[in-house]
């Protein structure tokens, strides 16, 4: 099946896009790290609540889409920890905002079998804010399609040290002196336990960090990094980012074949470069 018979394209770009993509190897698990609300209003001499009502609408169209597409796992940084370091009044519109999108949003969301999860440390939320999502994740726990994580008030390094913590919990409770962690014993403890690695990591608005953002979780993940702030990320710009996903050689570390060699022997590294449409014409 082609992926126009499961998304129409709005245009002929969409169309190009869509023609290149090939529905058997779309990313298992897509992280968003939603960069660019301030700046895209500021740049239109609005206030920055503006650029974040904006922001949604762009959510609302990745989310759709990828559902449409049948990607198994979406990610949207949504807060960090260190977003309550903005000014108090932007800060509580951002938790207004989203309990007004939760309710707006969530019979869509339900209709279209999504399943709703929330990363991050919840309980550190407002209590209005917590009811909102704890309704959310009842309402959709029991659908089968898509899930759509939304990190809030979350930390990679958090999660990690929650993750630790939870470790020395269990060996403490279980007396069990010769405990030894492995990998997959970490894994098991963070907030996405049961979740697949993310294979294709996005960030909008050019810049070239990952923020504190499932820091154990995209050890192979590829990066993709567009100059497009996120209210100006369309539907044609995930294709795009999409399309350049299934270009990459996908190593691990290993050296599959000659072009691997070779960009190993370019000081490449054990991945992909990160791609930035702007400074990178990888083919």
Known sequence: MKTSALLKPADREEAEFLEKLDPKRLPEHLAVIMDGNGRWAERRHLPRIAGHRAGVKAAREVI???ARLHLPCLTLYAFSLENWRRPQAEVDFLM?????YLKRELPTIHKNNIRLLVIGRSEQLPEA???????AMRQTARNTGMKLVVALNYGGRAELADAFNALLDHV???????FRADEQTISDHLYTAGLPDPDLLIRTSGEMRVSNFLLWQIAYAEIYVTEALWPDFSRARLLEALV?????????GGLASTRGRAHSANGSGNGQPAHHPSRSKRG
């Not at 207004?96 to 007004?100: D, K, N, P, S």
């Not at 804010?129 to 309704?135: C, K, N, P, T, Y």
């Not at 350049?244 to 691990?252: M, N, S, T």
Request: charged share 45%; net charge positive; proline share 0%.
């Open 64 to 66: 759709e889409t990828c």
């Open 96 to 100: 207004r905002l989203l309990r007004e």
């Open 129 to 135: 804010v917590r009811q909102d999502i704890a309704d």
């Open 172 to 178: 403490r409770a279980n007396g069990l002196s010769a």
């Open 244 to 252: 350049d996903f299934q270009k990459r050689e996908r190593r691990y």
